[in-house]
């Protein structure tokens, strides 16, 4: 994933050092919502993975992390439909995405 800080603080008119806090602050609830998701696709509970990524994919969408909105959004979609069988790589990917933006804001 590539994660351009100050493109994206741009595109949604907020300067560098705002969009940074943002995104500590995603990383922070997204991280505690992509636990309970994985927590609950464990367990089978399709409604508590729907309602987990719903959460992620409305957060990183509203930050422009477009590549963590869709993938949060197929989870969602999938969990709705009870479709848990595929979901696993989808919420490793959700998980590298995670483990990219930690790193980007990190340095």
């Known amino acids: 994933m590539n994660l ?4 994206l603080a741009d595109d949604i008119g907020l300067d ?3 969009y940074r806090e943002l995104v500590e602050l995603f990383m922070q609830t997204g991280m505690a919502d992509y636990n ?7 367990e ?3 409604g508590q993975v729907a309602r987990s ?8 969408g509203n930050l422009g992390l477009m590549q963590v ?3 949060a959004k197929r989870v969602e979609q999938a969990a709705n439909e009870n479709q848990m069988a595929d979901l696993p790589a989808d919420v490793a990917t959700l998980r590298g995405f995670f483990d990219d933006i930690a790193r980007v804001v990190a340095a």
């Open 4 to 7: 351009d800080i100050k493109a």
């Open 16 to 18: 560098e050092a705002d």
């Open 36 to 42: 309970q998701l994985k927590a609950a696709l464990d």
């Open 44 to 46: 089978g509970d399709a």
């Open 53 to 60: 990524a719903h959460t992620i994919s409305g957060a990183s």
């Open 69 to 71: 909105h869709e993938v």
